[in-house]
């Protein structure tokens, strides 16, 4: 595995001008795409004035066929960072979102996570927004975009600073904050868990009061290594849940192997639970294997009172979903339901 740290986000900026090189493709074949490309240091080179115009050449020389070879842009006479065309292009084509990833205002809006019992705020879950009014980006799209970009990296670290940030300033102590983190950015966890755990020493937060919960859009196979990342939180003295058991990845064995502090089971086990005896056979499975394990079990996308009171006759510990309130800036006490009354 690579330890580097050329997937933590090395700045990339597309200044309005500058010269864009191609290595790898002869003169004659990228004058074929404009003519006033120049030959500079065994690659094509042209100079422009106009961004669009480097991602149409981009376009066009991958259109042809010419996938093997690097490209990259300098500015008044500074050196090209040169990078495979698909990579080149994905970068330049979604050239403003990456600058929000690098140097945009981002903010964590926070939702409870109750006590199934009493309905007693538990935790609240952080989760990523855009602080600029004037930038309207979702998260999947930025996710979307970072994956793609080779900015995810950055982009988690990024987000976790700002969990830890709304911990300090909305989320009293004692009460727990659950933080999203992607494993697959995570190459070498004694040394890329560095900046995380310096931030939570420099905003004072306890350890004891933060819950770092996997989020992966794709099967993890490396089960050693999210391991690996488990237990250096946990020797930090930080709790870790896994996300969307009953989905992906996340099934009732891998519980047994990476014995989590928490798990979430997925939404689709919980919505219409009531009218669903499958569902229900489900929920105490996964109760009784963490049950056994000791293990917290938390019900998320709640909606509706017979999904919560379904919860509590299983058994379950905590809860999570519109039902109780949506994500907000501060932390928001949540509404009080009648499962939580009567």
Request: glycine residues 6%.
């Amino acid at each position: 595995m690579d330890y580097s740290c050329s997937q933590c986000g090395v700045s990339v900026n597309f200044n309005k001008q500058g010269t864009f090189f191609v290595k790898q493709i002869q003169l004659s074949e990228a004058q074929t795409i404009s003519r006033s490309f120049y030959q500079s240091d065994n690659s094509a080179a042209l100079n422009y004035t106009n961004l669009q115009d480097i991602e149409e050449a981009a376009k066009k020389i991958y259109a042809r066929g010419y996938h093997h070879v690097n490209c990259g842009v300098a500015h008044q006479g500074g050196t090209a960072s040169f990078m495979d065309i698909q990579l080149f292009l994905e970068r330049i084509q979604n050239r403003e979102t990456i600058e929000f990833i690098q140097n945009g205002k981002f903010v964590s809006h926070l939702q409870p996570i109750l006590k199934v019992d009493s309905g007693d705020v538990y935790a609240y879950e952080s989760l990523l927004r855009s602080n600029d009014p004037s930038k309207s980006i979702s998260p999947f799209e930025l996710f979307k975009v970072a994956n793609t970009t080779g900015f995810h990296s950055l982009l988690d670290q990024r987000a976790r600073e700002e969990a830890i940030k709304a911990k300090k300033m909305h989320i009293q102590h004692g009460i727990k904050s659950f933080i999203n983190f992607l494993p697959s950015t995570i190459y070498n966890p004694e040394y890329c868990l560095k900046h995380t755990f310096n931030i939570v020493k420099k905003y004072d937060i306890d350890p004891e009061d933060l819950v770092f919960e996997v989020v992966e859009t794709e099967k993890i196979t490396d089960v050693d290594h999210l391991k690996s990342v488990f237990n250096t939180y946990k020797r930090e003295g930080i709790k870790v849940a896994l996300d969307d058991v009953g989905a992906g990845f996340s099934t009732i064995d891998m519980l047994k192997l990476l014995e989590p502090d928490y798990v979430k089971i997925d939404r689709s086990f919980i919505s219409f639970c009531d009218t669903s005896a499958e569902k229900q056979d489900f929920l105490k499975e996964v109760r009784e294997t963490s049950q056994n394990l000791g293990i917290k079990v938390l019900a998320e996308g709640i909606e509706r009172q017979e999904e919560l009171e379904i919860c509590q006759k299983l058994g379950l510990d905590l809860c999570q979903g519109y039902l109780f309130g949506k994500p907000s800036e501060s932390a928001q006490l949540p509404a009080v339901t009648e499962a939580f009354v009567s």
